[in-house]
């Protein structure tokens, strides 16, 4: 059974890819080809459905995962597949999916758009769209704003919705705690909108940095629980230095426990620290941090440019 759930993202494919080498040997022609009905097909993928729905409530895991992986390359040739395919698709979300579960409401709404393609419409989508964290995965993400809309409508309307979440909220702490909550059990899936939704973050974040105490004591929950990869640092830190001392912004840094993220903070305390704050003892703080070798550890970042040595040249001369 267990090898059986292993094959059968493959074999409930919507395409196949054939590789063939070419008459010469040195290179090879890959064919993309998509399915459509048959009689041959539809059963043959009855018997594997099925399968697959009889196995549902003993391997939960193995079959939602293969429902995440449904129809990520489609044509409109398939749709008559897509729709033979969702009676039992249906059947399988009835059977161990649960709104209570966020994983879940992701999961189908990528079901949905697969389905929405194919002109499929279902009452268990909206089920699962309208949960709590969904709405405000959707709010973060802006996914229920109108594609049709210009680039900077939909980034009005989106700051706008995320604005008035925030200043409706009866306790905007534990608000801010759920948004966090939410960033985080988004980040395990790979379509799931990680840059608009930590976008969405950064605007309620700048939306209350006129609270001082609110802010910073935010600031300081998302470091203490580990929240920090889904922030923007520079602009966070930029907005610290407007409310707190630099010994003050450099001590919550220290408090980020990843290696690599107090590095990438760190980094940015120094790219924004505003020239009137810069002292002999932040300038062999930075020598200091420049010798470290915390920067190995970092997988992946974004260009760091060193533009804001100037400024520190500049205070270096004045200092000696």
């Known amino acids: ?12 494919s919507l395409h196949f890819s054939p ?10 022609v890959i064919y993309n080809i998509f399915l459509q009905m048959s009689e041959g097909v539809f059963e043959y993928r009855k018997l594997l459905w099925e399968q697959l729905l009889s196995v549902c409530s003993v391997n939960t895991d193995t079959v939602k995962s293969i429902l995440y992986g449904y129809g990520r390359s489609i ?12 009676v039992f698709i249906e059947k399988i979300i009835n059977a161990i999916f649960s709104t209570e579960v966020f994983a ?5 709404h990528h079901m949905r758009v697969v389905c929405e393609e194919a002109s499929i419409e279902s009452d268990v989508f909206d089920i699962y769209e309208n949960t709590p964290k969904m709405n405000i995965y959707q709010l973060l993400s802006g996914s229920r704003i109108s594609l049709g809309l210009k680039y900077e409508e939909r980034e009005k ?6 604005k008035n979440h925030v200043n409706s909220a ?3 702490s534990t608000c801010f705690k759920t948004l966090f909550s939410i960033c985080k059990e988004a980040t395990g899936f790979k379509d799931a909108h990680h840059y608009d939704v930590h976008n969405g973050l950064d605007i309620a974040l700048l939306h209350i940095c006129n609270d ?54 760190e980094y940015n305390f120094y790219h924004e620290l ?22 190995s550890e970092l997988e992946a970042f974004s260009y760091r440019d060193i533009m804001f040595l100037k400024s520190t040249r500049r205070s270096i001369a004045i200092l000696y």
């Not at 590789?19 to 090879?28: E, H, P, Q, W």
């Not at 966070?236 to 408090?255: A, C, D, G, T, V």
């Not at 002999?280 to 010798?291: K, P």
């Open 1 to 12: 059974m267990l090898l059986f759930c292993d094959i059968a993202p493959n074999l409930l």
């Open 19 to 28: 590789l063939k080498m070419a008459s010469r040997g040195n290179n090879f």
């Open 75 to 86: 044509e409109e040739t398939c749709y008559d597949v897509i729709k033979s395919d969702f």
């Open 104 to 108: 879940d409401s992701i999961i189908v």
């Open 157 to 162: 309307i989106k700051e706008e919705k995320i």
């Open 170 to 172: 009866a306790d905007k």
């Open 212 to 265: 001082k105490e609110l802010f910073v004591s935010t600031v300081s929950f998302a470091i203490q629980n580990g929240y920090v990869e889904y922030l923007s640092p520079r602009m966070i830190i930029s907005k610290l230095f407007e409310l707190l001392s630099p010994m003050e912004i450099i001590e919550l840094i220290h408090r980020i426990e990843s290696p690599s993220q107090q590095n990438i903070w």
């Open 274 to 295: 505003p020239e009137t704050f810069i002292t002999q003892s932040i300038i062999d703080d930075f020598y200091l941090f420049l010798s470290k070798q915390s920067d």
